[in-house]
């Protein structure tokens, strides 16, 4: 069964980039459908970016065109790219895994989660 391990979180200044990493071990990417999800504070976790099984990729309103997602098959890891960061995107970001998924937005959809890594926006 494929395990996840997230990396790349810290902290950055508004208007700064990081990239988040998602290796896999255990298996490939290669059936499963790769999200995004992040949760601040208090609040629900919500859906960031997906890559779907055929290579299609889906972003939430409030990232598109700041943050891209990708995947590099011969090292099994997933990318976020977050560029022009704002205080907003403070949260634990958490890559998720679903099997021969449809590639939903939904968080109840996944069955294979990483333990998270905190992205801190400073002003």
């Known amino acids: 069964q494929v395990q996840l391990v997230e990396s790349g979180g810290g902290l950055v200044q508004v208007g700064g980039s990081l990239r988040l990493s998602c290796a896999a071990s255990?298996?490939?990417?290669?059936?499963?459908?790769v999200a995004w999800f992040r949760q601040a504070p208090g609040k629900d976790r919500e859906f960031v970016s997906g890559l779907a099984l055929n290579g299609i990729t889906y972003y939430a309103d409030s990232v598109k065109d700041r943050f891209a997602i990708s995947r590099d098959t011969a090292k099994n890891t997933v990318y976020l790219q977050m560029n022009n960061l704002k205080p907003a995107d403070t949260a634990v970001y958490f890559c998720?895994?679903?099997?021969?998924?449809?590639?939903?937005?939904?968080?109840?959809?996944?069955?294979?989660w990483g333990q998270g890594t905190q992205v801190t926006v400073s002003s």
């Open positions: 998720a895994a679903d099997y021969l998924g449809s590639g939903t937005r939904h968080s109840r959809a996944y069955d294979r």
């Open positions: 255990g298996g490939t990417f290669r059936d499963y459908v």
